[in-house]
């Protein structure tokens, strides 16, 4: 990707359901001062569920106005939710003179590849399926509703399905990082790529590839 002078940098982390997304968002933060967490705009109702400073909480006209107006740099539904990145957070950040760190789907990280504003540096975050599954019954332990086995069952589904279109997530990755050893460990993995990527380096296209495929076939 070509990297114009005004185009701000960001770095995106994606990755399945479970994978440990955010708790190495929160090791870059601590090990690295130069990143910033951008906050999500979404229309669903706040969970209480100690993330919810991550969030600014919007209704959906509101939402769709922004999307309208361009105030919006990408956005998804999910679960009859809009949840997207408002181009004021990036903004807020840069002028704080530091580096936007994103959380984003595979959906999210495709639509912020299109904008000319932003130059994205997208770390997927892998791991095993079995692991990613395990760590999902353990969050599902205390739901005690009728939906708990369906809600359960459908964020299994979405795993699988984040590797079996891992072909078209692949173009918009800078780099997959595996989430086998500490959060520590992972998040220093993505601050490297993000450095290689800042000073120009070409993401490794044999690596993506192999990686890709190795996911793939996982799942089939």
Same mark, same amino acid.
Request: hydrophobic fraction near 35%.
């Given at each position: 990707?070509?990297?114009?002078?005004?185009?701000?940098?960001?770095?995106?982390?994606?990755?399945?359901?479970?994978?440990?997304?955010?708790?190495?968002?929160?090791?870059?933060?601590?090990?690295?001062?130069?990143?910033?967490?951008?906050?999500?705009?979404?229309?669903?109702?706040?969970?209480?569920?100690? &993330?919810?400073?991550? @969030?600014?909480?919007?209704?959906? /006209? $509101?939402? =769709? #106005?922004?999307?309208?107006? !361009?105030?919006?740099?990408?956005?998804?539904? &999910?679960?009859?939710? @809009?949840?997207?990145?408002?181009? /004021? $957070?990036? =903004? #807020?950040?840069?002028?704080? !003179?530091?580096?936007?760190?994103?959380?984003?789907?595979?959906?999210?990280?495709?639509?912020?590849?299109? /904008?000319?504003?932003?130059?994205?540096?997208?770390?997927?975050?892998?791991?095993?399926?079995?692991?990613?599954?395990?760590?999902?019954?353990?969050?599902?332990?205390?739901?005690?509703?009728?939906?708990?086995?369906?809600?359960?069952?459908?964020?299994?589904?979405?795993?699988?399905?984040?590797?079996?279109?891992?072909?078209?997530?692949?173009?918009?990755?800078?780099?997959?990082?595996?989430?086998?050893?500490?959060?520590?460990?992972?998040?220093?993995?993505?601050?490297?790529?993000?450095?290689?990527?800042?000073?120009?380096?070409?993401?490794?296209?044999?690596?993506?590839?192999?990686?890709?495929?190795?996911?793939?076939?996982?799942?089939?």
């Amino acid at each position: 990707m070509f990297l114009r002078s005004n185009m701000i940098k960001l770095l995106v982390i994606a990755g399945p359901s479970a994978v440990g997304k955010t708790t190495v968002a929160h090791e870059i933060l601590s090990a690295d001062s130069r990143f910033s967490l951008s906050r999500s705009a979404t229309t669903r109702a706040p969970r209480g569920d100690g &993330y919810d400073s991550e @969030y600014i909480y919007l209704s959906r /006209s $509101e939402f =769709e #106005r922004r999307i309208a107006s !361009g105030e919006v740099l990408e956005y998804t539904e &999910y679960a009859g939710a @809009y949840y997207g990145t408002p181009h /004021s $957070e990036i =903004e #807020r950040i840069d002028k704080e !003179g530091k580096i936007p760190l994103l959380i984003l789907d595979r959906q999210g990280v495709a639509s912020l590849s299109h /904008s000319p504003l932003v130059a994205s540096c997208a770390v997927y975050i892998y791991d095993d399926i079995s692991v990613m599954e395990e760590r999902l019954r353990k969050r599902f332990e205390t739901d005690s509703s009728p939906e708990r086995e369906s809600r359960l069952k459908s964020r299994i589904e979405k795993n699988l399905a984040d590797y079996r279109e891992i072909f078209d997530t692949a173009p918009h990755l800078y780099a997959f990082v595996k989430n086998g050893g500490t959060p520590n460990e992972t998040a220093l993995a993505v601050i490297e790529a993000f450095s290689e990527f800042s000073h120009g380096t070409p993401r490794d296209e044999r690596k993506i590839n192999r990686i890709s495929v190795d996911l793939f076939k996982s799942v089939k």
